[in-house]
């Protein structure tokens, strides 16, 4: 019931905006509800999405790391990004799927820079390692990793 009664309240008064009286034309500056503003055409354009904006290189972790270590690079030429969301996809050195997760990593990296990113390993057991950095007296599971990038944001100044 209280809502009805408001509803038939914004209603009447938006109603009235419009309407003739005696002195004139009842303008919007004697409502108490506010016009609704232009949208702002000025706004930066829509960057479409593209995975390949963001590319991983030098990725590491040895057996007993805790952290993994990677660069991320913004492949564009124009644009700022941040926030970072990849799907890391662990497997095997024969393709089985060890593990894979969703890490949304905070960044801000200029158009065709890097950045250094560590991340928390998935590896909380210390068992394995990246195929390329075998251990040298200890045994353990190598393996490999794919990424995808999922979004990232793209920084308005």
Do not use: W
């Not at 509803?7 to 419009?18: F, K, M, P, R």
């Not at 706004?43 to 007993?64: D, E, I």
């Not at 952290?67 to 913004?74: H, I, K, P, Q, T």
């Amino acid at each position: 019931m209280k809502y009805l009664a408001i509803l038939i309240l914004l209603l009447t008064s938006a109603v009235a905006v419009g309407q003739t009286t005696a002195k004139g034309t009842l303008s919007a500056s004697h409502s108490n509800m506010p016009l609704p503003q232009p949208v702002d055409t000025t706004l930066t354009p829509v960057v479409p999405f593209t995975p390949m904006a963001v590319s991983m290189h030098g990725y590491a972790k040895r057996l007993n790391d805790s952290r993994e270590s990677f660069v991320l690079r913004n492949e564009t030429r124009n644009y700022r990004l941040s926030r970072v969301l990849l799907k890391l996809i662990y497997t095997t050195d024969n393709g089985s799927l060890l593990h894979s997760r969703e890490e949304l990593i905070e960044c801000d990296i200029a158009p065709g820079m890097t950045q250094m990113v560590a991340i928390k390993s998935f590896d909380t057991s210390k068992i394995y390692y990246y195929h390329t950095l075998p251990p040298q007296r200890a045994s353990g599971t190598p393996y490999r990793i794919k990424y995808d990038v999922l979004r990232y944001d793209v920084v308005v100044e």
